[in-house]
């Protein structure tokens, strides 16, 4: 059998593994100038490439320590609202100085002094935010020491003591904080997973850009082959008057073209493998093998369906409602807090005092205090009601963006719905148009040979194959592309009918 009849075989199977369901890329077992394998190869399906890219990949792993700080914010935040123990105080506190000191006939003299006080005080703090309260109960003890004229020893405690302070016709900030970090921790968990589908778009695209970089090497070789035998078929043909001068040049130059692909084709193959292991995060040089299926989820992502998930998982969602919580803040507090207000600050407790420490819980009394602290502005020049019109301005632009923010998620997940469904057609069509350019690319090989069509044909044949093959391998990653967006816009799972969590 001569050479020029191996040729379409060759390719045949060639073509046939490019359309097969099990589509194994692995270059060092296919062609003589690819990288020698290093150790054991790793061959990786695109959904185990995801799982990869999702735990261990440099984006997944920035969007976890996101979260974690974001759960340690909140984690602190609201434990501030738990009762805090605190305990001050000064052990000790040493002066010596000259004091003046009046003399019982009126004159002044100046005599050395030395003072030595210490005390120690427990507090603890419990905010009340529906309220707006501020509780505080404590405990103290103190000394005092004087020496030099008149000096003296004493003690003095307070064994118990309850406070409060509460604003009057003020904001209550503590309740708008609460609102505003629930919507800001919520925010963050959806931001995570979208982070993590991120990284799944991202790893899609890092894989079928190997797929594609793979499948144009083993297509550019082949074809390299081909136009090499079809060159050597033509000189002879030339020899014996059956084809004219220019049909030589034609093919030498296809031949020419298809080298220059070739070497084309693998450097971009081996930027793609580069390009993949940083996506998943395996180190450089590891060798791995990609497996490539033609079979896609089936499911129906009804467009209603869409917008209803996306509006109630998206973390845009929370982020409209907390820009409206933040300007209706900002309007509470312009209204309540540059107005007439004030603040009540009450305590009532026990203390005593003693020439020593046991004395001091001895006789307790009793010890009051009450301070009412007012604010009255009586001519402002409209600081006030400006301030409030301006917030209530941005309240309406807050609410307006609100609005549009959530007019866009439902925008977006209505057409990723339906990009999904069309990616789906896209590539049930994409897959029959490569069969169909194989098939005919190998009739009009073989109908060359036999001298049956012109050369211009056949070349004909041979792009329309070649866009044929680079239009499947767009088209599947044009389906996952789409798939893993639904997920994101939505987080919802429309093929296990979920909710996305982090399972």
């Known amino acids: 059998m001569t050479p020029s009849r191996n040729i379409p075989v060759a390719y045949r199977s060639v073509a046939s593994s490019l359309r097969s369901t099990a589509f194994a890329m692995t270059l060092a ?45 909140n984690h602190a935040f609201f434990a501030s609202y738990m009762p805090a123990l605190t305990v001050s105080g000064a052990v000790p506190n040493y002066t010596r100085s000259i004091t003046p000191v009046i003399q019982p006939d009126g004159s002044t003299l100046y005599l050395p002094l030395q003072e030595t006080d210490a005390g120690l005080t427990a507090n603890i703090v419990q905010r009340v935010p529906w309220t707006n309260t501020t509780l505080t109960f404590s ?31 003020r904001s209550n900030q503590q309740a708008w904080d609460i609102r505003e970090q629930d919507l800001r921790i919520e925010s963050s968990e959806r931001k995570y997973l979208e982070a993590r589908e991120d990284a799944a778009i991202a ?17 550019a070789a082949a074809n390299t082959a081909i136009n090499d035998t079809l060159y050597t078929l033509n000189k002879g043909r030339l020899e014996i008057g059956k084809i004219g001068e ?59 369906a869409a917008v209803r998930w996306a509006r109630a998982n998206s973390s845009a969602t929370e982020d409209a409602a907390a820009s409206e919580v933040h300007a209706d ?40 205090r009450l301070t009412l602290s007012v604010n009255l502005p009586i001519w402002q020049w409209g600081v006030h009601s400006a301030t409030l019109e301006a917030a209530k301005a941005d309240r309406d632009a807050a609410r307006s963006g609100a ?75 044009g389906y996952w592309v789409a798939y893993y967006g639904l997920r994101k816009t939505t ?13």
Not at 54 to 68: D, K, L, M, N
Not at 329 to 358: D, I, P, Q
Not at 403 to 417: E, G, K
């Open 246 to 304: 220019n049909d030589l040049l034609q093919s030498e130059l296809a031949l020419l073209r298809a080298r220059a692909s070739l070497d084309d084709a693998k450097l971009t193959y081996d930027r793609a493998l580069s390009q993949f292991r940083i996506t998943i995060n395996v180190p450089p040089g590891a060798p791995i093998e990609i497996v490539v299926t033609s079979d896609v989820p089936v499911f129906d992502a009804d467009t209603a």
């Open 329 to 368: 803040r900002a309007v509470s507090e312009a209204r309540w807090n540059t107005g007439a207000g004030g603040t009540v600050n009450a305590s009532y407790g026990f203390n005593a005092t003693g020439s020593n420490a046991s004395d001091a819980y001895q006789s307790l009394l009793n010890a009051q």
């Open 203 to 219: 790893a899609t695209n890092a894989f079928f850009d190997l797929y594609a970089a793979g499948a144009n090497l083993k297509n």
């Open 139 to 169: 405990s103290g003890l103190s000394q005092v020491q004087v020496s030099g004229i008149n000096g003296f020893h004493a003690w003095s405690s307070t064994p118990f003591s309850v406070g409060i302070s509460q604003p009057i016709f």
């Open 491 to 503: 987080l919802y799972d429309f093929e296990a009918a979920r909710p996305i969590r982090e399972y």
């Open 29 to 73: 077992a296919l062609l003589p100038f690819a990288t020698p394998r290093l150790g054991a190869q790793q061959t990786l399906t695109l959904k185990q490439a995801i799982e990869m890219a999702q735990r261990q990949g440099v984006e997944a792993r920035v969007a976890a320590s996101t979260r974690e700080s974001a759960r340690d914010r």
């Open 403 to 477: 609005q549009l923010s959530r007019a866009q998620i439902d925008l977006n997940a209505h057409f990723a719905a339906l990009q999904l469904a069309q990616a789906r057609r896209n590539l049930t069509i994409a897959s029959k148009a490569d069969t169909v350019a194989a098939k005919r690319f190998d009739v009009a090989y073989n109908r060359y040979v036999i001298g049956r069509i012109t050369i211009d044909n056949l070349y004909i044949a041979q792009t329309e194959k070649d866009q044929a093959l680079q239009g499947y391998a767009q088209a599947l990653r």
